[in-house]
């Protein structure tokens, strides 16, 4: 009897035994910001990535999905995949879930084909979707700077088929608020005040030259310039008048002498 109850007090219940899935494969992959001259492939709100070509080709069917995964660095190392459509983040909800998919696309986007050009995917350059819940997924802007990672993850029916590998830390571009920018000339190099010196004084010569040279110019030209004789407008002519109260008048002619006899008309002889 003290056996039974020594051995009842040993017995410890074990919890039943569970299952863990296993984990999809892993396709020998790492997302990457691409090497490319491209203007504008990392920004403040956007990041461009290659795009994955003769990747999936031997991990996905037809009828499977390939999502992008973007997530914050600190939740990648225990993320845990979704296993049905319902349990995928939307876009707005990046700042609680701190993840969400985006760029849903099936193996006919990415084909593995002979003298296919190389393409890239920019991530976060749809602002039309941002505030639309409707939506199966929004590749909107980015609010924070970050730091992210991103991997492509494949879904079919059942849940996670395939993953590729994390991508390193993705950054993104800071801006800074214009009272923060010193403009203070001491700021600069001493470099920069000597050139920026000299191209004043090279302008400010220039302008005195060519101020000169057009006056100059101006002085030959009213030298050269002939005089044009002014001619008379019409209807413009006035006589001329001429003033005569110094002229003095005219005297009357002198009578003749009373003894002069004064010739008789015929009419008057008898």
Known sequence: MLRSVE????WVPRPPLCW???PPPTVPYTPQITAKSLEGKL???TFTLDQPIC???QYVNSTDDIWLVVAFTNITSHFKNPT??????PYQKLSTALHYMTLKTSIAFYPCAENRAPSVLRVGSDTSCKDDRSLEYCNGPLPHPGPYRVKFLILDTNGSKAETRWSQQIILKQG???RSIDTWPGRRSGTMVVITSILSSFI???VILFLCTVAYDFK???REEPAVPEEPRAGSFREREYDTHHIPPSQAPPQPPSDVPRPHSPAASP
């Open 43 to 45: 920004t403040a709100t």
């Open 204 to 206: 400010g010569v220039l």
């Open 20 to 22: 863990a899935p296993y």
């Open 220 to 222: 030959l030209w009213r």
């Open 7 to 10: 051995n009842e007090k040993r």
């Open 84 to 89: 049905s459509q319902i349990q995928i983040p």
């Open 176 to 178: 800074r608020k214009a």
């Open 55 to 57: 990747i999936f080709d």
